[in-house]
């Protein structure tokens, strides 16, 4: 490993380049401003990433005529760019993403990656993000890092030798850390009603955000849960805390908390920093989901956009326009349909912010079906839970229409009818 500064670091990428950049809390943020600052001497310029962190100032004018967004996910910080010509979205399974690089699908020149000083034996951590990165590590052909004394060292399959990096800056800055909002009265309620189907040892799996959050708030008197999720954040720290997460019953890394992402608070880093009990492995293992399906009980707990009257789930475009991505969803709502006793659930309010039903009789035009209907089992709004499983098109669309807003059920009864024939009760 070779330490360099900032601006000698990103002058080997050369015109035509494919690069990955490290996601989430990890986002090497200070190389990738600078690398922008070559925009004039540079074309053509691939950028490979998941969600990253930051401004994303190569999405912005100037520097968008000299870098491409090749993006496996969209976050606020490119959702311009790839709805605009300046970028575009690959759906692709988080689970399969490996392959687009193991495979040289897409050849990698460079990696941009944060990581913690070496140890004694040389090694350093890819902290708080393996996901995709492993992989990308593995196959880019220069790896560029920002190494960071203020990076976690991480359990699991995150580690790389110092001999693996080519060119290195040291930084000494914090890590990206998210605040939590107040829950409302309607995502306490569902935060009620989705903990309602979680039983004692189950292992969970669930994303960031309120409704996440009101759900573990409703865990405080649960035995023995587990967790095997994509990411976590702040949320699990207290039922860890307080004996609820043991991960006993668990068969796949018995006792583990395991992840490849995590971000939330500085609390959250320090948590994870050298602790044992908390493994970060790669994308392609934690979404497996023939790993998946041998814990028990799992209770995958997603969200959605949009969902029809036969249970389609659009949970990544508004109508034509790409609004997040396909990520881990289909992975853990399979493996918990598969898992022993597991449960996958939808949850989410029975309106956007702007007050229109998210049941809706047809999804909008040009949505994507992130979900099939055919794999929806629970769908859980403020209203109640309706458990699609085992019901058909009139049955599904009953149940649906009971747990939607009140203002919309008589419209939506009406748009069910004039699909179907009439609603069998």
Request: charged share 20%.
């Amino acid at each position: 490993m070779r330490y360099t500064d900032i601006k000698e670091a990103v002058q080997n990428i050369q015109s035509g380049d494919r690069i990955f950049f490290q996601g989430a809390a990890m986002t090497p943020v200070l190389l990738i401003n600078a690398l922008c600052e070559r925009y004039k001497e540079l074309e053509q310029v691939e950028i490979c990433q998941a969600h990253t962190e930051g401004n994303a100032r190569y999405t912005q004018a100037p520097y968008n005529k000299s870098f491409k967004v090749n993006s496996f996910f969209v976050g606020s910080n490119i959702r311009s760019s790839v709805n605009g010509s300046n970028g575009d979205y690959m759906p692709i399974f988080l689970s399969e993403i490996h392959h687009l690089f193991r495979q040289d699908i897409l050849p990698l020149d460079a990696a941009f990656i944060q990581v913690s000083e070496p140890d004694a034996h040389g090694y350093c951590s890819l902290g708080t993000s393996v996901d995709i990165t492993l992989p990308a590590v593995e196959k880019a052909k220069r790896i560029i890092a920002q190494v960071n004394p203020n990076i976690p060292r991480t359990h699991g399959d995150g580690i790389i030798h110092s001999s693996k990096i080519d060119i290195a800056v040291h930084c000494d800055v914090k890590m990206k850390v998210t605040e939590t909002n107040p829950l409302s009265e309607t995502e306490k309620q569902i935060g009620k009603n989705v903990a309602n189907l979680i039983d004692n040892g189950a292992t969970l799996q669930m994303g960031i955000g309120n409704i996440p959050n009101a759900v573990l708030a409703n865990l405080r008197d649960h035995k023995g849960l587990g967790i095997h999720t994509e990411m976590f954040s702040d949320g699990i720290l207290p039922l860890v805390q307080k004996g609820v997460i043991t991960g006993e019953h668990k068969i796949v890394k018995h006792g583990k908390i395991v992840t490849c992402f995590a971000i939330g608070s500085q609390e959250l880093y320090d948590f994870v920093d050298d602790n044992p009990i908390v493994h970060f492995k790669e994308a392609a293992y934690t979404n497996d989901t023939a790993i998946i399906r041998r814990n028990p009980k799992v209770t995958a707990i997603n969200s959605a956009i949009e969902i029809d009257l036969t249970g389609q789930v659009c949970a990544d475009t508004i109508g034509g326009r790409q609004y997040s991505g396909v990520g881990g969803q289909m992975d853990f709502i399979r493996g918990a349909s598969l898992s022993k006793g597991g449960k996958p659930i939808f949850a989410m309010t029975s309106t956007t912010a702007k007050g229109i039903s998210k049941i809706t009789p047809f999804l909008n035009q040009g949505a994507g079906v992130t979900t099939t209907r055919a794999h929806v089992h629970y769908v859980v709004t403020e209203y109640g839970v309706a458990n699609l499983f085992g019901k058909n098109l009139k049955q599904r669309a009953k149940a649906l229409i009971d747990i939607a807003h009140p203002d919309f059920r008589e419209q939506l009864s009406e748009d069910a009818f004039k699909r179907f024939g009439g609603l069998q009760f």
